[in-house]
């Protein structure tokens, strides 16, 4: 089954030329997932010929502008299309408001079921086939959450050697034991899955946060992470500037990355607009020096999520 992040938007504040503002769709199979919405937006999903009538959620971290602003365009775009599945928006306090003012104000013409859901408690916000996903607080000017995508524990290793062993012929009784039901084998004799099958593994997990203070309490949350997609928005230079507005510099993110544990790889996003290309390594220098496993995220970046085994 396959799962990739799209960087639609790396940006942080304004658009850049070459620069978005931030926003990453998640792919798993055929569902779309989005985590704010940018302006610029649509442009990255046209130009990555992705399909954005089947996203399915769109998961907010707050209601700042440039979290925000691509939403409209795209709930309008969505009116153009048949379109018979509801969207979901999940959110802070008065993303509601923020999605009905748009509504009413511009005019809208919506043609299908639009679903806000503001977060009044961390925990569980979103659950789908094989996966949940969980929100957390945040450390921002106003009420912010990261969020993680995780799958469910997946069977152990088939082997099919011992079923055969155990007198269970090839066919549908092999899929049975792998879907955790107990089969009779040829002899009669009752074969239980542990039998045949190695240790449960477990499934992949994407991690996103951004605009917060760096604090201990986020690398629970994140840690065992295939792909972590944080705010690395300053350099270590300007760490009080990143403070007083209630953000993290590169070098924290992989901080909280290290402290976690088990992650596999930090993508940086939502950087200051001082930094030009060229300056941007020298985030990617100030973080790599304490989590060697960091990237800088690029829009229209693709990063392929691969189970472990």
Same mark, same amino acid.
Request: hydrophobic share 40%; glycine share 8%; with cysteine.
């Given at each position: 089954m396959n799962l990739e992040a799209f960087i639609l938007g790396c940006g942080g504040m304004m658009p850049l030329p070459n620069r978005h503002l931030t926003s990453v769709l998640l792919r798993r199979e055929g569902e779309l997932? +989005?985590?704010?919405?940018?302006?610029?937006? !649509?442009v990255s999903l046209r130009r990555l010929n992705l399909r954005?009538?089947?996203?399915? =959620?769109?998961f907010v971290s707050h209601?700042?502008? @440039?979290?925000?602003?691509?939403?409209?365009?795209?709930?309008?775009l969505s009116s153009q299309v048949d379109r018979d599945d509801p969207l979901y928006i999940i959110g802070p306090p008065r993303i509601a408001e923020y999605i009905e003012a748009s509504r009413r104000i511009l005019d809208m013409y919506?043609?299908?079921?639009?679903?806000? !859901? /503001?977060?009044t408690s961390p925990g569980i916000v979103y659950k789908g086939d094989g996966f949940h996903v969980r929100s957390f607080p945040l450390r921002h000017t106003?009420?912010?959450?990261?969020?993680?995508?995780?799958? @469910?524990?997946?069977?152990?290793?088939?082997?099919?050697? &011992? #079923? +055969? #062993?155990l007198n269970v012929p090839r066919g549908p009784l092999w899929a049975q034991l792998q879907g955790g039901q107990q089969v009779k084998a040829a002899d009669g004799r009752d074969v239980l899955p542990q039998e045949?099958?190695?240790?449960?593994? !477990?499934g992949r997990k994407f991690s996103f946060v951004t605009d917060s203070l760096a604090f201990p309490e986020i690398a629970p949350h994140v840690a065992y992470?295939?792909?972590? =997609?944080? /705010?690395?928005?300053?350099? &270590?230079? +300007?760490?009080?500037?990143?403070? /007083?507005?209630?953000?993290m510099t590169a070098a924290e993110a992989a901080q909280i990355s290290a402290a976690a544990g088990g992650i596999k790889k930090l993508a940086l996003i939502h950087y200051s607009p001082r930094y030009t290309e060229f300056n941007l390594k020298q985030l +990617?220098?100030? #973080? !790599? #020096?304490?989590?060697?496993?960091?990237v800088l995220s690029r829009d229209r970046a693709i990063f392929p999520i691969e189970y472990e085994d």
């Open positions: 997932f +989005l985590f704010d919405c940018g302006e610029g937006t !649509q954005w009538k089947k996203i399915s =959620v769109i209601t700042h502008a @440039d979290h925000v602003t691509g939403i409209p365009g795209l709930l309008m919506i043609n299908y079921e639009i679903v806000v !859901q /503001e977060i106003k009420p912010c959450f990261g969020y993680t995508l995780e799958e @469910d524990i997946r069977p152990g290793e088939f082997h099919p050697e &011992k #079923a +055969l #062993a045949v099958l190695g240790p449960p593994r !477990q992470s295939d792909l972590f =997609v944080c /705010e690395g928005m300053f350099e &270590k230079e +300007l760490a009080e500037d990143a403070r /007083e507005k209630k953000h +990617l220098k100030e #973080a !790599q #020096a304490i989590f060697p496993e960091t």
